[in-house]
């Protein structure tokens, strides 16, 4: 009697109580914020570890790259990718050489210019014509979609690209995480870059059009302005000295580019986690690490030429980052060159909406001139891409200042989360 009492009591009582009520608490309240409390360290923690091993020089051809190459490699091995995609290809300074020769001819052109509408207006003209020659020059290698060698072998390099890929139950769209993984140094910042260089070209611009006037009214209308010539004489000099002052901008191996791009190869990496534990039902993802996109954009150049037959325009979508994970807000370049390219306007407006659910800003900028990206041959081929990069870092860009110190926990926390977003926004648009 006892016995059958006591147990039904236990029973029915003492153990449905710890079942019913201890347990329950323990599932809903205690392991789920287990699991979301972890969850949200691995989230943020990875993405910024990777970010430190990978923050060393690394310019292509260098022992640097060689090492950032095995680190990429092993990676995605731990992150449980058996399969990882290695693709050699030649590139080259080629687009670096033609640019410094192109600046400093700009730059003596600009003064002749000056100098010529002073002697023989006529020859202005002809050196009108010299600049414009030169200038759509340099827009032509910035729009490239091939890879040129030098003919010296000196200055050609064997690199690779580095990429997974994870495939979904219903395919209908593919979506390509890109970061390149080189780094470079240079002479000046890379802010001080992109001042010279839009300086040089759009200076050069107006000093053309102001002269091509003058020297009409001069051959037909005798006009004459000494004090106009003589301002018009010192500009030029100061915009050619601006334009020749990119010649001397060599390509060095000084940078540990933490923020160009060890971070974003860390976003990467982390996502092709992220993704692989869990999968969406409509999209299938390719994490692709590129090479050589500080010499000549080449790693996106090759991917893309050796992918493009099997990779669908209609449903191919590339997200690009580089910059990302430092402080100051969250950009994404919706614009570039000139004349003005449009980067994928459906990606821009699931960032634009994903963002803001979030509570991450983000700010929508055009760039002119003066930085490139691996988007842009991707751009130019007709896919649908996006770079996405961060404002806190970009004057130590290209220096032996673009470190750790750099890194912000919540930048790559925020990226991440957004590029989450974005491509389960995405996925379920698919469905």
């Known amino acids: 009697m006892i016995d059958e009492n006591l147990a039904i009591s236990l029973d029915e009582n ?11 608490s323990l599932d809903e309240n205690l392991v789920i914020s287990i699991d979301e409390n972890l969850a949200m360290s691995i989230d943020e ?17 260098s022992e640097g790259e060689k090492k950032a190459v095995k680190v990429v490699v092993d990676e995605f091995e ?19 050489k033609r640019i410094e020769l192109l600046f400093l001819i700009l730059g003596i052109l600009y003064i002749l210019l000056a100098i010529s509408h002073y002697i023989l207006p006529i020859f202005s003209l002809v050196i009108i014509i010299l600049i414009v020659i030169s200038i759509m020059k340099l827009s032509n290698i910035l729009d490239s979609t091939k890879i040129k060698l030098m003919k010296n072998d000196r200055y050609n390099f064997e ?12 395919s209908l769209a593919n979506l390509i995480f890109m970061a390149h993984y080189d780094s470079k140094s240079q002479v000046f910042s890379s802010i001080i870059r992109i001042y010279l260089i839009m300086v040089s070209i759009f200076g050069g611009i107006i000093l053309l059009v102001v002269f091509f006037v003058l020297s009409v009214l001069k051959m037909f209308f005798t006009f004459n302005n000494i004090t106009l010539d003589n301002i018009l004489l010192g500009v030029s000099i100061a915009i050619g000295i601006l334009a020749i002052l990119n010649f001397f901008n060599k390509v060095g191996n000084k940078s540990p580019g933490a923020t160009d791009n060890a971070t974003s190869v860390g976003t990467v990496i982390a996502l092709s986690k992220y993704f692989k534990n869990n999968p969406l039902e409509n999209i299938d993802f390719t994490f692709l690490i590129t090479g050589s996109e500080e010499l000549n954009l080449g790693g996106a150049i090759d991917f893309i030429q050796k992918h493009k037959n099997e990779l669908d325009k209609d449903i191919t979508y590339f997200i690009n980052y580089d910059l990302v994970g430092a402080h100051g807000v969250l ?31 983000i700010k929508e900028i055009y760039f002119p001139i003066g930085a490139a990206g691996d988007h842009m041959p991707i751009v130019n081929l007709g896919y649908k891409a996006c770079v996405l990069g961060s404002s806190g870092c970009i004057k130590y860009v290209h220096s032996k200042k673009d470190k750790m110190s750099l890194v912000s926990k919540k930048g790559l ?3 991440f989360r957004l590029s989450i977003e974005v491509a389960n926004r995405l996925n379920k648009e698919l469905a």
Request: hydrophobic share 30%; net charge positive; no cysteine.
């Open 78 to 96: 731990k992150m449980g990718y058996s399969t990882v995609n290695r693709e050699k290809f030649k590139t080259s300074l080629y687009n670096w």
């Open 45 to 61: 923690n990875l993405p910024y570890e990777i970010t430190k091993s990978l923050s060393f020089p690394r310019l292509v051809g």
């Open 331 to 361: 950009r994404n370049v919706t614009s570039h060159g000139i004349p003005k390219k449009q980067t994928s306007t459906k990606l821009n407006e699931l960032f634009r909406n994903s963002s803001k659910d979030l509570g991450i800003e």
């Open 413 to 415: 926390n925020n990226i």
């Open 159 to 170: 690199t690779e690209n580095i990429y997974v890929n994870l495939e979904s139950k219903n």
């Open 14 to 24: 003492l153990v449905i109580s710890i079942d019913e009520n201890l347990a329950i």
